[in-house]
């Protein structure tokens, strides 16, 4: 049997183990997770949402499965009764422009329909017939994904991938991974600590934010670095009706959760700064996201706010998108980090493509190798301009 280390038992890790353990007596699955409550873990801090409109079409055919996966959840990582129910729910995305953002989106809607995602593009009059609520003041356009979009319980997804693999045999060990013993091309072990090491012949860097200290064990510079973002939730005494989750032309977001919202943003990028402390930015709250919401919303005026938390997106420097496989310098770490913000939604396709890559040499059923490391030493960013 092949032993198998995976450090990090986030969604990312969870789901590779949850596909590697698939066909038993094959691996030998090690999850390395120094902290199971998971505190600072993206997977735990996420907004936990799904969308299709990409700007790149390996980002669509991975959510496409992504979707799919979700809605089949229960059944498919059923252990006991209940069966997991991660309460997906599919209101949509709605992207607004002005006029000069509204060609990306004729140019974004173009690529998502050849590749059959389902999305509209709506005229103000048209926004404001179908959400009366919205203040259309200044766009020219907004795209609506139809189906396929939405959000779910990005905790209970992890927990369900988490039981499943270890249902299906894979071994979880509490304890930090602190380097990697390297023999030429290949590593030969995950150490812990001082006095124990974990053998191996193959291992997987999932450590999400943490991951470029992982790919430094083993001399691999990985573009991935910790950007902290704060979520805000707040309760409206009105009800917005069919509300989407809506990407504001300032590049706020918002989305109901339950009874109330949540909503956040991107800050600027000279105070994006790496490994910030998990402190939530209340004063962007005040400063300019309340007047910006109000100002989209009119019934937002009237918010209350209701609790905050802040967590790491893991942002590939690069090009903002997933780095998955092999390093060409080592010949058995795989890499499966860097999803700046959508590795929820792309946790079941990354894990089956590496799951693919480490049983038959390469990626079968859905070609991920638009995402491989090649693209980064070749200096060939894979853009996605649709990053929230
Ligand atoms: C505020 C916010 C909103 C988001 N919204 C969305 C969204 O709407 N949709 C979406 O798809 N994605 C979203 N994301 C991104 C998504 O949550 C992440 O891409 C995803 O959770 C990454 O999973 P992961 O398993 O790679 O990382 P994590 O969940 O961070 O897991 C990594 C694990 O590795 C462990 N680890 C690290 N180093 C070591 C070590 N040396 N030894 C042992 N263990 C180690 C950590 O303890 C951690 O548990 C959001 C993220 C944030 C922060």
């Known amino acids: 049997m092949q032993r198998i280390v995976i450090i990090g038992g986030g969604a990312v890790g969870s789901a590779i183990a949850y596909f590697l353990t698939q066909t038993p007596d094959t691996f030998e699955v090690t999850v390395v997770e120094r902290d199971p409550s ?24 991975m959510s496409q499965f992504g979707i799919d996966f979700l809605r089949a959840v229960g059944p498919t990582l059923r252990v006991e ?28 809607h173009a690529l998502q329909k050849a590749y059959g995602v389902d999305v509209v593009l709506l005229e ?8 009366p609520w919205l203040c259309t003041d200044g766009l020219a356009l907004g795209s609506l994904g139809l189906s396929g979009e939405g959000w779910f319980d990005g905790y209970c997804l992890m927990q369900a991938l988490r039981k499943k693999a270890i249902a299906q045999g894979a071994r979880y060990l509490k304890a930090e991974a602190t380097g990697l013993r390297r023999t030429g091309r290949s590593i030969s072990a995950v150490q812990l600590g001082e006095a124990a090491s974990l053998p191996c012949d193959r291992v997987v860097n999932a450590a999400g934010p943490w991951a470029a200290r992982v790919a430094a064990w083993a001399e691999i510079d990985l573009p991935v670095r910790a950007r902290r973002r704060s979520v805000f939730s707040f309760s409206c005494p009105e009800s917005l009706a069919h ?43 005040d400063s300019f996201i309340w007047p910006t919401l109000a100002a989209r919303v009119p ?32 010949a058995n770490l795989y890499f499966a980090n860097g999803f ?17 890559l480490m049983r038959f040499g390469d990626f079968r059923s859905m070609d991920l190798s638009p995402l491989s ?16």
């Open 38 to 61: 998971y505190q600072q873990a993206s997977s735990a801090l996420s907004a936990s949402s799904i969308r299709q409109q990409y700007s790149s079409a390996i980002n669509i055919q």
């Open 81 to 108: 009764d209940p069966a997991p129910d991660i309460g997906l729910i599919e209101p949509g995305y709605l992207y607004l422009a002005t006029t000069a953002g509204s060609s990306v989106l004729h140019d974004n």
């Open 124 to 131: 103000p009059a048209a926004l404001q017939a179908r959400f």
């Open 243 to 285: 509300c989407p989750l809506v990407i504001d032309t300032s590049g706020i977001w918002f989305r109901p959760e339950g009874q109330q919202f949540i909503c956040g943003f991107a800050p600027a990028a000279h105070e994006d700064l790496d490994d910030l402390p998990l402190e939530v930015q209340h004063e962007a709250f």
């Open 299 to 330: 019934a937002f005026e009237a918010l209350r706010m209701k609790g905050a938390w802040a967590g790491y997106y893991e942002m590939n420097l690069f090009d903002h998108n997933a780095i998955l496989g092999l390093h060409p310098d080592c």
């Open 340 to 356: 700046s913000g959508h590795g929820l939604q792309q946790c079941p396709a990354a894990g089956r493509g590496i799951a693919e």
């Open 373 to 388: 490391f090649q693209r980064i030493l070749q200096n060939r960013p894979l853009l996605e301009k649709n990053v929230i």
